[in-house]
Structures are given as structure tokens and as C-alpha cells.
């Protein structure tokens, strides 16, 4: 059954914004339990990808499917439903900027569970040490550091123990130590509490060293995938640039533009 | 050319209806949805005190000092008349059927309208509400609806006080300092005061105004673009749109209250 294996599965998908596509006819699946990765430069709409699958935007066309359900054609309720078993690490992490870290992880159980006040203490209490934050609790957020603000965010987006994680460039702007924190976290998650992850990337090393899966997408399309053994033989040139980070290749350095000398000399001709 | 400025014209006010219609769907989906008293208490009793409570110093200094200013200049011009007795009467009725509402209107869209649209634009900017809704929690209901009710219920007492402290700064201008009779003052005042005629439509038109800001003040925030520069640009909107509706909406007010 393909079902039970997949969580996430996106078919077929387009969207484009204004005029420009961001994505034609993109289709990938997300193994459930597994971490996967998406990887490509920046501005392609990685990002857009998870508010896609959360359901913040649709797509021009095609289908993505959570578990059974296809998250386009659900109804704000149902949506809304689906969307406690998924959770998602902004990159800013996103925390609320006027309560305390405590606050803040205990702010979706008190939004959608019952629980008595010393259960959800306990509770909260087991996420922030999970991240290495217990200490942090009563902090506010504009005291924490960048990396100690997304791991709070993190201990907050796993507060529902969601079925799917989604990391929105968990890794930009962190320093070394930070990020090997991250990396850890981020597996050790997937592996304790069998949460399936995405991953939006552009840090090689990092999600290459975690994932199990990475898909890399450029020009609104999937230009590669497969384990990260399997992509590190690919010898498709987009997929090779990509990887080991060539200034020009299929992909250009230059914006699309008109001809140099037609942009420096047309103006004076013209007149 | 013409074709050009027609288009133009069009254009913008497409843009503007859909903002309308923008507007209107934020304000239905805030307040249109089962009630939840319980978790809807303590979010606006917050907003309450940020919106109402903290802007209370405001307008009871602004609303003394308007009505000190209101009495001595009706003083300067009823004395000649030897009508001085009337004074009371002047300010009481200048401040409840426009001053009161209209001044608290204004300095409420700067002082609370300015602060909403600002504070809301930067939760957008900064991904909050993006994931409050991924956690499934409604920006609509949990973020605009206490600030909306906060700002409808809060401007009318503020009116109110600022229409209070301003008679009594009429009263320290007239009968403490220019010596009006303290009795004559007073009773004139009471004499033509009527509570539905004036008071009454003192508190309408400050509901009115109310609903307004508060609606220009969540909406331009909500309505942001996600930057340093469209807050900014929000926030100078939500001040400028606010206050000329205000003054627009007193006038229509005035009109079919007192117009006959």
C-alpha cells in the first residue's frame, strides 16, 4: 500500500504567482517516519512548498495529499483539523512576541486540549527540555538568542506531537554550534518520536548529512532526487551546480536582462 | 490618453472596492463564529487595558484642557451679552454633542488606531500569524476580534469621560476663576441638557466612530505589506483614513440628528 507509506504526497502541482510560475507540474512524496529534504536556491518557492502542503495557499492545479485527504478541497473546519497534526518551524520562528518562552510552548495545548494546569506545567516543561531550554521558560522572546529563539519555536511546533514537522530553512543564519544543534534535534525527533519531516533547504552539508530522502527542485521543476548517495552520483550539470556550489552553470548568474549593450547603449540612441 | 486615464481610474477604484470587500471579510470572520466566552474573557480583558485603560491619561488631560479653553472663550464672548449665566449650557452641549465625541475620536485613532494597525502589521511581518494559523488557531478570532471589541467597547466610556472632565474644566475656568454664580452654572446646564437628545446621541456617535477606527485600525494592520515601509505606510493610513472618516461620518451624524 502506497498509501501508509506516504504521508505527504504532492501530484502534479502548479502555481505561479502574478506571472511568474513558481512551480510546473512538481510532484514528490514525503515516506512517512522518514526525513526528507528539499533542496534548491534561494527564492524558488521552497517555502511556498510548505504553505502548500499547510494548506495557507492552493495550487493552480493538481493535488497534495495528507494522509488520505487531498488539503486543497478541504473545508476551512476540516482544514483546520488537519492542520494539529502538522506543525511548522518558521524561520523567523515566529514566536509570540508577548508571552514568555513557557507561554509560548504552552500555547497550542491550551488552544485545542483540556488539560489541567500541573499536567500541561509537566508538559511544557518535558518539550523545553527536550531542546535544551528548560532553564529558558520565563525568559521573553526578544531575550533569547537566534538559536535558542527556533529551538524554543521548535519545543512550540512539537507541543501537539504532530504526525509531520516542517522545517522552513532551519538552518540560515545560525552559527556552527547552533547548527549541529539543530541537526541533532532535528534527527533525534524524527527517530524518538517517529515524526515524519520536511525539510526546506539550501545548506548541503547539513540535510545531506540527515535526510533520507532529498528532492532538489530548480526552474519550478524536481531536477533530482533519491538518497543523498544517490544524488551525490548524479552527474545531471543543474544537480552537480547545485551541489557544489558553481557561481554559473545551467543555472545563470545573471538575471534574465536584455543584451548588456542594448541596456548601456539603447537610451543614448534612442534619444 | 483618455483611454489611459480611464483605465486608471477604473483600476483604482476596483482596487478600492476590493479593499472594501477585503475589509468586510475580516470583519465577518472575527465576529462571525461560535462564541467562546471562555477563552474570549481574558484576551479582551488584555486588550481592554491596552486599547481603554492606557489610553484614559490622554484624554482626561486633553478633555480638561478643551474644556478650559471652551469656557473661557464663551466666557469672553457671552460677558459682552451679559449672558454669562449661559455658559454652562455652551460647554456642556459643545462638548456632548461634538467635541466630546469627535476630539476623543481623533486622539483614539492616534493613540490606540496607530498602536493596532502597527502591532498587528509586525505579527504579520514576523510570521506570527502565519503560524498561529498553522497551529490551527484562527488569527481572525484570537488576534483581530478582542482588538475589535476592546476598541468598540473603550472609545464611548472614553468620550464619556472626556466629555465629564471637560465640563468640569468649564466649570474651573467659569466659576472659580471668572466668578460665575456656582448655582446658575449649573442649573442652566441641567435645564437644557436632555439625556436622549444629547447624551444619548453623544453615545451613538462615539459607538459610530468606534467601530470605525477600530475596524480602519485592525484591518490596515492585518491588511499589511510585511515589511519595515508597509507598516509604516499602514499605520500613517490607518491615522489619516480614521480621522477623515471620523470628521465625514460627524457631519452626517450632526446632520440627521440635529439637522431638522
Known sequence: ?271 | MLIDFIASVGRQGIEKFQTIGRATLLLYGALVSKPQPKKMFPLLMKQLYSVGVLSIAIIMVSGLFIGMVLSLQGYIVLVDFGAETSLGQMVALSLLRELGPVVTALLFAGRAGSALTAEIGLMKATEQLSSMEMMAVDPLRRVIAPRFWAGVISMPLLAMMFSAVGIWGGQLVGVDWKGIDYGSFWSVMQASVELGEDIGNSFIKSVVFAITITWIAVFNGYDAVPTSEGISRATTRTVVNASLAVLGLDFVLTALMFGN
Do not use: C
Not at chain 1, 486543497?72 to 494539529?84: E, F, G, M, S
Not at chain 1, 494546569?117 to 525568559?139: I, M, S
Not at chain 1, 532538489?216 to 550539470?237: F, M, Q, Y
Open chain 1, 1 to 271: 500500500m502506497e498509501s501508509s507509506e506516504t504521508l505527504v504526497s504532492i501530484k502534479n502541482v502548479s502555481f505561479s504567482r502574478g506571472d511568474r510560475k513558481i512551480f510546473d507540474d512538481v510532484s514528490l512524496d514525503v515516506p512517512r517516519g522518514k526525513v526528507t529534504a528539499i533542496m534548491g536556491p534561494s527564492g524558488i518557492g521552497k517555502t511556498t512548498l510548505l504553505r502548500l502542503i499547510g494548506g495557507q495557499i492552493d495550487p493552480d492545479y493538481g493535488e497534495i495529499w495528507f494522509d488520505q485527504v487531498n488539503v486543497p478541497q478541504l473545508k476551512r473546519a476540516q482544514l483546520y483539523q488537519i492542520r494539529k497534526r502538522m506543525s511548522m518551524l518558521f524561520q523567523s520562528g515566529a514566536l509570540f512576541t508577548d508571552m514568555t518562552v513557557f507561554d509560548n510552548v504552552a500555547f497550542p495545548l491550551r488552544e485545542h486540549t483540556d488539560l489541567p494546569e500541573d499536567l500541561l506545567d509537566t508538559l511544557v516543561l518535558l518539550k523545553l527540555e527536550a531542546v535544551g531550554l528548560r532553564g529558558a521558560a520565563n525568559l521573553m522572546p526578544n531575550e533569547l538568542s537566534g538559536g535558542m529563539a527556533r529551538r524554543a519555536a521548535l519545543a512550540r511546533a512539537i507541543a501537539l506531537d504532530p504526525d509531520l514537522m516542517m522545517y522552513d530553512e532551519p538552518f540560515v543564519g545560525q552559527d556552527p554550534i547552533t547548527m549541529g544543534v539543530l541537526v541533532k534535534l532535528i534527527s533525534s525527533l524524527n527517530q524518538a518520536l517517529g515524526i515524519t519531516s520536511v525539510i526546506v533547504s539550501h545548506d548541503v552539508p547539513e540535510v545531506m548529512s540527515i535526510a533520507d530522502k532529498v528532492y532538489l527542485l530548480s526552474g519550478g521543476k524536481v531536477i533530482g532526487s533519491g538518497t543523498p548517495d544517490e544524488l551525490r552520483a548524479n552527474t545531471d550539470e543543474r544537480v552537480r551546480q547545485f551541489l557544489d556550489g558553481d557561481a554559473d552553470g545551467p543555472v545563470p548568474f545573471q538575471y534574465p536582462a536584455q543584451a548588456l549593450d542594448q541596456d548601456l547603449f539603447a537610451k543614448k540612441t534612442s534619444k
